[in-house]
């Protein structure tokens, strides 16, 4: 058996993925097409209208446009892409460094409000690794955001390691607390099912603001005044934590590359997580990348390269 460093390298999918679904904010359809891509790609959105490629915008926290419930990213001419987290957890998730997310659509599919289908459809064709090694943003200093008494923070750590904590008012949900040493293992099966969630009271407020058009109880955990109003129930304990720890990996994804870092984050969402990340690369001497090696003889602990660049515009 090899004893190169299993993850040493970057990786991208094995062949193409096609997936359809609905915008749960535009209720409109949705086709998705997923390239494998080169070595130092990264992940990149293809927006296109009647076929053609109108816009490529990279996955990047420089590039987020609006955070109200959901994270969107776009480009200087004003075409923009909603609701990536789900997708972008699956990738980072699955440790897919490199691909081309081809979308017809200002927003990508809800599926079941989680990222199960994308790891499925992941899982079905298979990764592929490419011959260029890995690269991490590796977090050297402690950054710490608050803002209206949520804080999140991130600190200097081996590997990926997040610890979400949420705080509602909502007996349903109460207080609950996750921490997991993030790995493919445990997105794939603690993390990936956990689905979006939201309560009825909030329904027609919602709809009258031109969202949650595409919301229904296939792709949302609805909570009404005392009882989960689905059916089936919950997929897992504490599912409404596991979802918020599923959408900050998505948004932590917009680092650009996986983070060598502790995530902490108390009742965040999608604006908290952007302004950690933005705190993180306000300052060249908070992160640095880092290489995963090529090889090794023995199952040492890993050692990473560091590389000196400056922080992203």
């Not at 915008?23 to 209208?49: M, N």
């Not at 949420?166 to 993390?191: A, K, T």
């Not at 952007?274 to 090794?296: C, G, H, K, T, Y």
Request: contains cysteine; aromatic residues 6%.
């Amino acid at each position: 058996m090899s004893n190169r460093f299993i993850g040493a390298r970057q990786t991208t999918l094995a062949r193409e993925i096609q997936l359809t679904g609905t915008g749960v904010h535009s209720g409109a359809p949705v086709s998705l097409t997923l390239h494998p891509a080169e070595a130092d790609t990264g992940l990149r959105f293809l927006v296109t209208k009647r076929g053609k490629v109108i816009s490529e915008i990279a996955a990047h926290v420089a590039n987020v446009k609006n955070l109200t419930l959901c994270t969107v990213i776009g480009d200087g001419a004003g075409t923009t892409v909603g609701t990536v987290e789900h997708l972008l957890a699956a990738l980072r998730g699955l440790s897919i460094d490199n691909l081309y997310i081809e979308i017809d659509s200002k927003e990508v599919p809800i599926m079941d409000g989680s990222s199960a289908v994308f790891v499925d459809a992941i899982d079905r064709v298979g990764i592929r690794e490419l011959s260029e090694p890995r690269k991490y943003i590796k977090v050297l200093k402690p950054v710490r955001v608050e803002e209206n008494g949520c804080w999140g923070t991130l600190e200097p750590h081996a590997g990926f390691r997040m610890d979400v904590e949420i705080d509602f008012s909502s007996p349903i949900i109460g207080n609950q607390r996750l921490q997991y040493e993030m790995s493919p293992g445990v997105f794939r099966h603690e993390i990936s099912r956990a689905r979006t969630f939201g309560f009825m009271s909030d329904v027609e407020k919602l709809w009258k603001a031109g969202l949650a058009l595409g919301a229904d109880l296939t792709n949302t955990v609805a909570i009404g005044e005392d009882k989960i109003m689905n059916k089936e129930g919950l997929r897992y304990p504490q599912e409404f934590v596991r979802h918020k720890m599923l959408d900050a990996v998505g948004d932590l994804a917009l680092a650009g590359m996986p983070l060598l870092g502790a995530y902490r984050s108390y009742r965040g969402g999608h604006r908290l997580n952007s302004m950690v990340l933005q705190a993180l690369f306000s300052d060249a001497s908070n992160w640095e990348i880092a290489l995963a090696p090529r090889a090794r003889a023995t199952r040492s602990p890993v050692h990473l390269v560091p590389q000196t660049v400056v922080a992203a515009e």
